[in-house]
């Protein structure tokens, strides 16, 4: 897994959802509840941008059709049967770095 630092980000505890890139990814990042994460931007329902909705109880709602996954996992809400990507956050001296992994990797951990 590679780690890749947010630039022009001091995370102090403030909410916010932001598009960033990071491996070569476009993900909504979220800082929610004092706690930061980061999740695919693309609504699996019908591509929604999910850095332009809002959170609600733990979720990140679709401005489209208002699908809500969780923030902790990205899984859709009960009767939705989809998901959004979540990717590990760390947080070192205020920066905020999300940890990705490469294909093989995830290739890999999946057949162990
Ligand atoms: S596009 Fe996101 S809920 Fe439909």
Known sequence: MEWYKIP?????????IKRVKAGGKTICLVGYDNKVFALGA????AGGDLTQGWCKEGKLICPVHRYSYSLETGKGSEGQNDYIDSYPVEIKDDSVYIGISSFWEKFKQAFK
Do not use: E, V
Request: net charge positive; hydrophobic share 15%; with cysteine.
């Open 8 to 16: 022009d980000l001091k995370y102090t505890g403030q909410t916010f």
């Open 42 to 45: 693309k609504c699996p329902h």
